[in-house]
């Protein structure tokens, strides 16, 4: 006679087998995750392959990240970040100094970036459009970036409404655009206009 199922699976020495691992359901973290992954091993990105590899349908991707090039937005604004965190860790000097070693190691590592050189040699005009968009994630996290530079390095200047406006697009148009059109970056121009607007602020009346 057929033993009945008890619900727990036997090994054949009559021993009681652990029950199979649920695995964790992908979620819109992961897919970012993901693609952050292919983009930084120099990898096309592709939203079928994505979905694929995720084991959801492509309607599902898309309600989670948007269009393509959305995503890839996020990959770009999510590096931006992370160089801002390692620089920051190893930046140097106080005060203005220490916001030119940061900016300065930013922007070495940016231009430093194989990945996002050889995704700017794959897809120009999209690296152009994402990297030199006013309103986009990149411009807007690097605003946030440098303010928070100036509000912790710079607590005496009073900076004009439109002084970190000037340091980003100065960045988006030496730095930026040259990587975009693979050309070498104008490193040094933006530090230099940096610290040229830097040093025209007034100070703070006390």
């Not at 992954?37 to 084991?55: H, P, S, V, Y």
């Not at 990297?131 to 996290?141: F, I, N, P, S, Y």
Request: aromatic letters at 6%; one cysteine or more; glycine letters at 6%.
């Amino acid at each position: 006679m057929k033993a009945e199922a008890t619900g727990v699976a036997r090994e054949r020495d009559g021993t009681d087998r652990p029950p199979e691992p649920a695995f964790r359901k992908a979620s819109p973290e992961d897919a970012i995750a993901l693609a952050r992954a292919r983009f930084l091993e120099g990898q096309r990105i592709e939203m079928r392959t994505l979905a694929q590899d995720l084991g959801i349908g492509r309607t599902t991707l898309y309600r989670w990240v948007g269009e393509r090039e959305e995503l890839i937005e996020e990959v770009f604004a999510g590096l931006v970040d992370d160089w801002f965190q390692v620089v920051s860790a190893q930046a140097k000097g106080t005060g203005r100094a220490r916001l030119i070693d940061i900016f300065t190691r930013f922007l070495d590592v940016a231009s430093a970036s194989t990945p996002l050189s050889d995704f700017a040699s794959r897809e120009p005009a999209l690296t152009m459009r994402l990297l030199l968009d006013r309103k986009g994630k990149v411009a807007t996290r690097s605003k946030e970036l440098i303010s928070i530079l100036v509000e912790e390095h710079l607590p005496d200047l009073a900076v004009p409404e439109n002084f970190v406006d000037a340091i980003e697009m100065s960045t988006a148009a030496l730095v930026w655009a040259n990587i975009a059109a693979e050309r070498e970056p104008d490193i040094e121009g933006a530090i230099s206009l940096t610290e040229t607007l830097i040093d025209v602020c007034p100070r703070k009346q006390a």
